[in-house]
């Protein structure tokens, strides 16, 4: 069975543009959660998609956006790239309504540096 | 505001002894904790997880404690092992969070 799949692993972007990061969950996931790894930080908690929706967000700035598409699917959205935005993205799916006593599944993340 | 805490940014360890990694929590809503192991440049992986209805949960050489009283758990693993040298993520969830809380992780080595 497939685990959490990202892509790409490894982005470069200038200031100012935008990048999308990709993340398919494990079959029969719903859920998609999205965090972020900045050097020297845990992992800190951007956006949860669940049947399609958008249930739930940390506290990021709106340039900060996603979706999930009909076969559970995500992309994340960064527009307006900030140096600081440079940091590893992991994806992590579980079965439907969240996080209740299960444990996520993460992908292997995307590296994203902006120069 | 950390409700997550790991205040041990790194621990060293002699091959065959224990190691224990310590977390923290502020907020008493959560009810459910994990802990997951992170090589570089890969993906956090599941190590073992606790209810709030427990205080202590094995899983061969990992066993993690839960104190509720003093908001505080911990994860021990006898024996440690070089290959366990990792990054350790301690993380929290309640009831209406609907996603993890994950502390600034704690880098072990195990000394061979």
């Known amino acids: 069975e497939a685990g959490v799949t990202q892509s790409p692993t490894h982005l470069i972007k200038t200031r100012g543009q935008q990048a999308t990061l990709r993340c398919s969950p494990i079959?029969?996931?719903?859920?998609v959660y999205w965090y972020q790894q900045a050097l020297g930080l845990g992992l800190q908690f951007l956006l949860w998609y669940d049947e399609g929706e958008e249930r739930n967000r940390g506290n990021f700035p709106p340039r900060f956006s996603g979706r999930q598409f009909p076969n559970y699917s995500s992309e994340l959205n960064v527009n307006a790239l900030e140096l600081e935005d440079s940091a590893l993205y992991l994806c992590?799916?579980?079965?439907?309504?969240?996080?209740?006593?299960?444990?996520?599944?993460f992908g292997q993340g995307t590296r994203l540096t902006v120069v | 505001d950390q409700q997550v805490k790991q205040n041990s940014p790194s621990l060293s360890v002699q091959e065959g002894r224990i190691s224990i990694l310590n977390c923290d929590y502020t907020n008493s809503m959560f009810d459910y904790f994990l802990w997951y192991k992170k090589y570089p440049a890969e993906g956090p992986t599941f190590l073992i997880s606790i209810s709030s209805i427990k205080d202590k949960n094995e899983d061969g050489r990992f066993t993690v404690f839960l104190n509720k009283s003093a908001k505080h758990l911990s994860l021990h693993i006898v024996p440690s092992q070089p290959g366990d040298s990792a990054v350790y993520f301690c993380?929290?969830?309640?009831?209406?969070?609907?996603?993890?809380?994950f502390g600034t992780g704690t880098r072990l080595k195990v000394l061979a």
């Open positions: 079959s029969g996931h719903t859920s």
């Open positions: 993380a929290a969830s309640g009831w209406g969070t609907y996603k993890y809380i």
């Open positions: 992590a799916s579980t079965t439907g309504q969240g996080v209740k006593n299960t444990e996520a599944f």
